[in-house]
């Protein structure tokens, strides 16, 4: 297991990749849909190699990962595609059609339909419990596993249980999971929104794109992940089963100021991966670290992908 704390990683990296968080590849990708089972999945792909998919989290879509696309174009095949409910992909209608099982069918759907049989999976936040889960239930179809600012379940599992802090930061969630979109007390206050779940986007460019592409997704749709998926976990119930031992190479990113997630659902996720586990801390970054710490993500990323060609 290696461990590297803070963006103390490598000056050199650092110089060679720093435009990347500068990047900008809006018009350079291309467009693509996966069908899975009628539901179409949005994707945009960029570069040449072996295959990558990124995933992204709430409230998201595939342009969160625009530095790490760049970043890994000359080298790998990057898809990221837009979750259900997001964007350009479907919004299918009923609580249901979020559940867990649709949410891994679709990354295989996009897979499938690139004529590839495994991938390097990449997820933040929903999409990091999605590539867990992907790999939990098709092992055979995961190259390499990179997480973001989500804890392993079990970790997760224990500290939504045991840990007062983070039972309290996951308040929002029970909020989530009880009301609805239009709720005048949903989020922040006021009822969900494009510009409201833009308000974390720094770059007042990418803003504009990210109130675009919200007001285009499913804010019913966005709310089922929750109420089909998030874990009831909590001091007056006991933590769900152990999840499947993983045989996969792990690389694992952590904003230390997330105060959805909290660090400590990462201790022993070494001891639950039996290939080797990396895991990189960034000390300013908040939740969206891939963007909040996106020098570091990016050049970290390739090196540890490159190492595994």
Do not use: C
């Amino acid at each position: 297991m290696t461990f590297i704390s803070s963006a103390r990683n490598s000056l050199i990296g650092f110089l060679l990749f720093s435009s990347y968080a500068f990047a900008d590849l809006w018009d350079e990708v291309e467009h693509g849909y996966a069908d899975n089972n009628g539901v179409k999945i949005h994707y945009a792909t960029i570069g040449e190699g072996p295959l990558v998919i990124m995933i992204h989290g709430f409230p998201d879509f595939w342009y969160s990962w625009r530095h790490q696309m760049e970043g890994l174009k000359d080298d790998f095949r990057v898809v990221a595609i837009d979750q259900r409910g997001y964007n350009l992909s479907d919004k299918p209608e009923g609580d249901e059609n979020y559940n867990m099982r649709y949410l891994v069918e679709d990354v295989a759907a996009v897979i499938q339909h690139l004529d590839e049989e495994k991938a390097t999976i990449i997820g933040h936040d929903w999409g990091g419990i999605v590539s867990w889960q992907f790999a939990f239930n098709l092992p055979q179809m995961v190259e390499n596993l990179v997480i973001l600012n989500l804890p392993h379940p079990n970790g997760l599992g224990r500290e939504l249980a045991t840990n007062v802090e983070q039972q309290q930061n996951s308040g929002y969630a029970r909020t989530f999971i009880e009301g609805s979109p239009s709720d005048p007390d949903i989020l922040f206050g006021g009822p969900m929104t494009a510009e409201t779940l833009s308000f974390w986007v720094a770059d007042q460019d990418a803003r504009l794109k990210y109130v675009e592409a919200f007001e285009q997704s499913s804010f019913a749709g966005m709310l089922a992940y929750y109420k089909q998926n998030y874990p009831r976990a909590s001091a007056d119930t006991p933590p769900p089963p152990p999840a499947p031992q993983l045989n996969i190479p792990l690389l694992v990113f952590h904003g230390l100021q997330d105060t959805a997630l909290h660090s400590d659902g990462l201790n022993n996720t070494w001891d639950w991966n039996d290939k080797d586990t990396t895991i990189v801390s960034a000390p300013t970054a908040n939740h969206f670290v891939q963007q909040d710490a996106a020098d570091l993500v990016t050049t970290t990323m390739r090196w540890w992908l490159k190492a595994r060609q």
